[in-house]
């Protein structure tokens, strides 16, 4: 008996975290802000558990059924939790309030679980090995959960499955026990067909988890969806009108196939207008090849390095046939190399230098992001740049976000960069603004463009370096590594444009 139940320590632990680990990374997908999501997702859940232990020495008889419908309702409540809330998001009144009920029901009856099992072991062990062997059960088990979740069960099985997953590895140890000591348990063939009920219950929510999914995200997105994935880093999702193709990244919508060209246009040729030499260029961030594109149409470019985070980013853009056609092949260019790798870091360990930089990554909606905008970060790519060379950077709404967007000039103008901000008008997107930043002065030195350009020409870059007085300069702080007061203004700012 005592193996079984140490060894239901190890697994209700694993689930436990788990339920905990989906909870965190599906707030952030959803309500964005990575950190805030996590750091308040775990508060309250391990108050909840706090409730749970303080509710369990109510449980005085009948620990072993006790313990065994308490399985059945921990595998329940946390094996449909992804499902649920998922299909929600679009529809409740408030999500929020959903989400942290969730959460702390499912705190609260883990929190039951190791109480409830030290009473039923407490007349077979000493007090101190007792409590020894149990957390050490405990600890394995939310060791082994930590190590799986990014590694295997979000890229494989996906949020909900794994929610499904691990509710059936609940009720399989309720299972488990009840068959093991049925003798002693009351009412033990109606838990046990309790139990069956709920393992096929959810055994059928992860069969159809993939419908599931494209149901809820339906209702989220305007046209149809035609691909999803979840990756270790985001949730990928395209849809796709009779004119119209759309990437979302978790929720946020990073371009339309009718305007990228506008967006991407502005983002690389001014650069290239401003910078000397154009034979090694840099992109970071930049997954989808559309910077690519644009920067292969100067054939005296000689190498591109990308460097972009998710390798399912990259694998997506190079092999599905409608984005290979919107970026022209870019990504499979041999002139190109792809290294898949965050950019933080691979500054830190690049020994080559760049003429050029195109600095291309999401919003700084939260801190993980937040960081590539940082101080700390444009002086490390300060160090894989030549005296002369030149760098843009998306830099979110002028005219949505003002402070966010000169925060990132004034982060730029710390280090020691010359820059000149500018913007342009995107209809998916609204205004949008970029920073051309160098070492040295800003000036003009190339005139000719390519040819077949849609958008952009010399001509109209001196307008859009205007700007109104609703998107004029704001005195803001520069964003460093250990604040990172950009996601702040972005939050604060975008958060009232959403209300």
């Known amino acids: 008996m005592e193996a079984l139940l140490f060894f239901s320590v190890f697994v209700i632990a694993t689930c436990g975290l788990i339920y905990e680990l989906v909870a965190g990374t599906l707030a952030s997908y959803l309500l964005g802000d990575s950190v805030t999501q996590f750091s308040t997702i775990i508060g309250a859940y391990l108050f909840a558990m706090g409730i749970g232990a303080w509710l369990s020495r109510f449980f005085k008889k009948e620990l072993l059924s006790w313990f065994i419908q308490l399985e059945i309702l921990v595998g329940l409540i946390g094996g449909i939790s992804s499902a649920a809330l998922f299909l929600l998001f679009e529809h409740a009144l408030s999500f929020r309030l959903i989400l942290y009920m969730l959460v702390g029901l499912t705190g609260i009856l ?3 679980e190791l109480p409830l099992l030290m009473n039923i072991l407490k007349n077979r062990y000493e007090f101190r ?4 062997r149990v957390f050490t059960f405990d600890y394995i088990g939310a060791l082994l959960a930590s190590i799986v979740f990014p590694l ?9 499955r794994t929610s499904c997953f691990f509710g059936i590895l609940n009720v399989l140890v309720a299972m488990i026990v009840l068959v093991k000591f049925r003798s002693e348990i009351k009412w033990a063939a109606y838990l046990k ?3 069956v009920a709920v393992i096929l219950f959810l055994s059928g929510i992860f069969f159809w988890a993939n419908e599931i999914m494209t149901f809820s995200e339906g209702m989220a997105f305007r046209d149809p969806v035609i691909f999803t994935h979840s990756s270790p880093y985001q949730r990928i999702v395209l849809t796709r009108s009779k004119s119209d193709l759309r990437l979302y990244l978790n929720g946020n919508l990073q371009f339309s196939s009718a305007d990228e060209y506008r967006y991407h246009e502005a983002l690389v ?3 290239m207008m401003y ?3 154009r034979r090694k260029i840099l992109i970071l961030g930049g997954g989808d090849g559309m910077a690519a594109r644009e920067l292969l149409k100067y054939p005296e470019i000689e190498h591109i390095t990308l460097v972009d985070l998710d390798p399912s980013m990259t694998r997506l853009f190079k092999e599905n046939t409608l984005l290979t056609k919107l ?3 870019s990504l499979l260019s041999p002139k190109l190399t792809i290294v898949n790798a965050d950019a933080f870091q691979w500054l830190k360990e690049n020994k080559e230098t760049f003429n050029i930089a195109i600095i291309d990554f999401p919003d700084p909606g939260n801190y993980a992001v937040g960081k590539l905008y940082t101080t700390a970060f444009y002086r490390q790519l300060r160090h894989s740049l030549n005296d002369s060379s030149v760098i843009v950077v998306q830099s979110t709404s002028p005219y949505v976000a003002p402070k966010a967007f000169w925060c990132v000039n004034t982060t730029l103008l710390t280090c020691g960069y010359k820059t000149i901000p500018y913007h342009t008008y995107v209809p998916s997107f609204g205004e949008w603004g970029y920073v051309m930043a160098s070492p040295a002065a800003l000036y003009q030195q190339h005139d000719q463009l390519p040819e077949g350009l849609r958008y952009f020409a010399a001509g109209v870059f001196p307008q859009m370096r205007l700007f109104t007085a609703d998107m004029d300069k704001r005195a ?3 964003n460093q590594l250990n604040n990172q007061v950009l996601v702040q203004y972005f939050e604060d700012e975008w958060g009232k444009y959403q209300e």
């Open 476 to 478: 803001v702080r520069p």
């Open 275 to 277: 910078g000397g030499s």
């Open 110 to 112: 883990v929190g039951l």
């Open 152 to 160: 295997l069960l979000v890229p494989y099985l996906g949020l909900i």
């Open 327 to 329: 970026n022209s092949n």
């Open 269 to 271: 040729h001014p650069v």
């Open 129 to 132: 090995d007792l409590v020894s």
């Open 193 to 195: 067909i309790k139990a």
